[in-house]
């Protein structure tokens, strides 16, 4: 199961209390205080792995307690320290404070970690507070409470393109085509549940990776087909490529479907309207009489938006279209960008 959002709680241990001890031993009158300090309670962390994939283990357990800091010992010994706890979140987590939603990370690289509780300091023993005018405190501090939140953590999936289209636009057969990801395909709406990402070979120097998310239909704001869920996933991408079927089977307007897609971006996040897109017109080797095509493509050149008719089945039009969006990607500095 792809699971991408969670709540989870984070508590940190507390620092355990000091000391109240006084020096005992034979020949050895008044010996005076020697209460230890508490230990320090065990922090939380998170930590960035590609080891997990999605949030799903989130599902199973919600609540992280570190473990607390022992109580100071006689001999000015100092309680035991807390075991930290480190938590693995995949890469592309984003961590929110869930009360303030106050950003806490944004993990993009392997092994960033941050702390989200910190343990609680431990007491100070009655060793500490003797002085001169007195010489036998019984005085003792309490440990620190450690730290504790509710952390709300979204995965938001690393691609450089993001393909959007309606339902049957023909998405996870482009990716199909065109990398070694194998989403579901099928001619029925809502074929692919979860988002898939696919790297593509541009040339022998660079590969970029695209993500293919569920369909998306009008009113998907409203929560209408799969709703918006999965937008998330396309908002850290460098690009949007906008798929269009010109199928002779399909009966939408394809300048329409254009305005529709773009309206469902901007209510869901009016920064996706910023990126830079492009729009493929698909299924060409179904085109019929090629009114549709002809159509979206006077729309795409009077707007300078580029365009590209292709068929990820007869592989029509592939070349160009994973050339150019080498291009733009490399161009756009993504990070995702590296050389093969
Ligand atoms: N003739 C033709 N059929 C295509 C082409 N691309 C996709 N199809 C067909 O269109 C149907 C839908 O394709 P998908 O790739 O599953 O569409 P999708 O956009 O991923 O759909 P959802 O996952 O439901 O959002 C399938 O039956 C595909 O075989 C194409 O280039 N030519
Ligand atoms: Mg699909």
């Given at each position: 199961?792809?699971i991408?959002?969670?709540?989870?709680?984070?508590?940190?241990?507390?620092?355990?209390?000091?000391?109240?001890?006084?020096?005992?031993?034979?020949y050895?009158?008044?010996?005076?205080?020697?209460?230890?300090?508490?230990?320090?309670?065990?922090?939380?962390?998170?930590?960035?792995?590609?080891?997990?994939?999605?949030?799903?283990?989130?599902?199973?357990?919600?609540?992280?307690?570190?473990?607390?800091?022992?109580?100071?010992?006689?001999?000015?010994r100092?309680?035991?320290?807390?075991?930290?706890?480190?938590?693995?979140?995949?890469?592309?987590?984003?961590?929110?404070?869930?009360?303030?939603?106050?950003l806490?990370?944004?993990?993009?690289?392997e092994?960033?970690?941050?702390?989200?509780?910190?343990?609680?300091?431990?007491?100070?023993?009655?060793?500490?507070?003797?002085?001169?005018?007195?010489?036998?405190?019984?005085?003792?501090?309490?440990g620190?409470?450690?730290?504790?939140?509710?952390?709300?953590?979204?995965?938001?999936?690393?691609?450089?393109?993001?393909?959007?289209?309606?339902?049957?636009?023909?998405?996870?057969t482009?990716?199909?085509?065109?990398?070694?990801?194998?989403?579901?395909?099928?001619?029925?709406?809502?074929?692919?549940?979860?988002p898939?990402?696919?790297?593509?070979?541009a040339?022998?120097?660079?590969?970029?990776?695209?993500?293919?998310i569920?369909?998306?239909?009008?009113?998907?704001?409203?929560?209408?087909?799969l709703?918006?869920?999965?937008?998330?996933?396309?908002?850290?991408?460098?690009?949007?490529?906008?798929?269009v079927?010109?199928?002779?089977?399909?009966?939408?307007?394809?300048?329409?479907?254009?305005?529709?897609?773009?309206?469902?971006?901007?209510?869901?996040?009016?920064h996706?309207?910023?990126?830079?897109f492009?729009?493929?017109?698909t299924?060409?080797?179904?085109?019929?009489?090629?009114?549709?095509?002809?159509?979206?493509?006077?729309?795409?050149?009077?707007?300078?938006?580029?365009?590209?008719?292709?068929?990820?089945?007869?592989?029509?039009?592939?070349?160009?279209?994973?050339?150019?969006?080498?291009?733009?990607?490399?161009?756009?500095?993504?990070?995702?960008?590296?050389?093969?």
């Open positions: 199961m792809f991408d959002y969670a709540r989870i709680y984070v508590k940190a241990g507390d620092g355990g209390s000091g000391a109240c001890s006084f020096r005992r031993e034979k050895v009158p008044r010996g005076g205080p020697d209460g230890g300090d508490g230990g320090c309670g065990g922090s939380v962390y998170l930590i960035a792995s590609s080891r997990v994939s999605t949030l799903l283990d989130f599902r199973y357990q919600r609540q992280y307690e570190a473990e607390p800091g022992g109580s100071g010992q006689r001999a000015n100092q309680g035991r320290t807390g075991a930290d706890i480190r938590i693995p979140v995949p890469v592309g987590t984003v961590v929110k404070d869930a009360d303030t939603g106050e806490l990370a944004d993990f993009t690289k092994g960033e970690t941050i702390m989200v509780a910190r343990g609680g300091r431990g007491g100070r023993g009655n060793a500490r507070f003797a002085t001169a005018t007195n010489r036998a405190p019984r005085h003792i501090e309490p620190r409470p450690g730290e504790e939140r509710w952390l709300v953590l979204e995965l938001k999936l690393l691609a450089d393109v993001g393909l959007v289209g309606f339902p049957n636009a023909g998405k996870s482009l990716i199909s085509a065109i990398s070694a990801a194998r989403p579901e395909i099928a001619d029925y709406p809502f074929t692919t549940l979860r898939h990402l696919g790297v593509v070979h040339d022998d120097f660079q590969h970029f990776v695209v993500a293919d569920p369909g998306l239909i009008e009113g998907a704001h409203e929560g209408r087909g709703g918006h869920r999965f937008l998330r996933h396309i908002q850290r991408t460098a690009l949007l490529l906008f798929l079927d010109i199928s002779v089977w399909n009966h939408d307007d394809p300048v329409q479907t254009v305005h529709t897609l773009r309206h469902e971006l901007e209510a869901y996040d009016t996706l309207t910023t990126k830079p492009l729009v493929a017109g299924k060409i080797d179904s085109q019929g009489d090629g009114q549709k095509l002809h159509q979206l493509q006077a729309w795409c050149e009077q707007h300078a938006i580029p365009f590209f008719p292709i068929s990820a089945v007869t592989g029509a039009g592939l070349n160009a279209l994973i050339a150019f969006l080498g291009r733009e990607v490399a161009a756009l500095h993504h990070p995702c960008v590296t050389p093969c």
